[in-house]
């Protein structure tokens, strides 16, 4: 018995599959069922509705999905196509792996001219503003003619994105209405007489302003956007004319452009702008200019700038990796668990830490919210960098003989490299200024550790590591040698 199954153009995805899976349960085959939707001509023979479904039919999820955007093409055949698809797969469940199956290949090749179809009405569709008497929801209307049946699957995007005011989506197909907050579908119709929109020539203004004849190629924006749009779209009235004038446009342009300096000259004013990063200022106007700092994104969600604290004139200064949540609710360095850590430690190598001037290579907390906790995050490089500017001026205020630079970004900030912590810690470096730099681990990372054993393996380092530090500061403030346990003098990189 053959089967004569006539679909909506409304509700089609569903009701294909309501039909699909009562054709399947019943077990009858392609070759008896003559597919159509309500705009199809009769056959020439009665034919028997669809059956009822009879019970669950499984499919793998790759095909419910590929169905849901063919459904909506406009060929005649994606029904039939599709039904003999699934019932392919009632005895090949792996059918939807095969990239070489003709059958799925044509139905790719559907489910992506809908996605594009869908893609060029989301950016076409140009509503026009039918004016309000009252003060009720603004109220819209466009009109688009779609390549394929795609007003029903795209209409709730522009539910979503105008969801303030009422709009009707007019097509030869199917209209979509949003009034009230509620999505309906219409019977299409033809273009109706639209009012005229004075928003018009503003967007038309800014499509000029926007148009770019230096990148012009024409193919490609053609490609992009059909001709068959542009009798609905204000802007492509200017297209013409904006690509007769584009080759002139961009010989003004290239006569208006500014000489660019040679190629020495450009790396002697990079030089100069780099040593012109220095600070001059007083500790005072340091601290209030950190404070102040927006030179990166960070200063956006941080509570305040955490400057360094010390005497102006220490000779060790001790470079953090950047405040933690007590820090930054605080404005103080050090302050919390990690603060706690390093207090207790250098209590044990009877380092008093006021004598020291203590900051961070990063002046904001770095985090990422999750309920009421903010979770500390790891700055990146382009942070740390923009960050230095603070660290140098502060190294050229205080001036210090030592630096004891604890954890990864600390390194970074000061050596351009923060990899391998643990293989060059607890040896004596000099910086380019002449600076002694120490490396060690931060006082967080030995939170973090779980094994007692590595604990206290990392907390014996950095003890030998911050007491070499506090006696080479020393040492060097009194102009006399100091023994280095072994730690070996070099430059750092």
Known sequence: MSHRIILPKIGTAQAWRDAARGLLGAGVPPADISWGDEDAPAGLFDAAPAPSSSGPI???????????SVVWHSDPARFALLYRVLWRLQDTPHLM?????????ALRRMEKNVHRCQHK????V????????????????AWFEPTHHTVEPTAPFFARRFGDMDWRILTPDVSASFIGGELTFHEGQEKPPLPE????????TYFRNIFN???LKVKAMQSEMPKKYWKNMPEAAAIPELIASAPARVRAMNEAAPTLPPL??????KQLAAFGSRWSGSRDELSAQISACTRCPLHCMATQAVPGEGPSQAALMIVGEQPGDQEDLQGRPFVGPAGQLFDRLAGEVDFDRPTAFVTNAVKHFKFKPQGRRRLH?????????????????ERATVQPKVILAMGATAATALTGDGRGIGTRRGRVSTLEDGTALILTYHPSYMLRLRDAEQRAQAEEAFRQDLALAHRLSRSISAERPVEEDGGSMRRAH
């Open 264 to 269: 020495r000259a450009a790396k002697v004013e």
């Open 126 to 141: 140009r509503f026009r503003d039918l004016g309000s008497a009252s003060d009720a929801r603004r109220s819209f209307v």
């Open 213 to 215: 004849p230096a990148r």
């Open 121 to 124: 009405m989301k950016a076409f």
């Open 97 to 105: 792996t095969d990239r070489a199956d003709m059958d799925l290949a």
């Open 197 to 204: 929109d004075a928003s018009e020539e503003l967007w038309t």
């Open 58 to 68: 499984t499919v793998p999820r790759s095909f419910l999905s590929l169905a849901q």
């Open 377 to 393: 995050q790891r700055p990146n490089t382009s942070e740390i960098e923009q960050c230095k500017w603070w660290l140098d001026a």
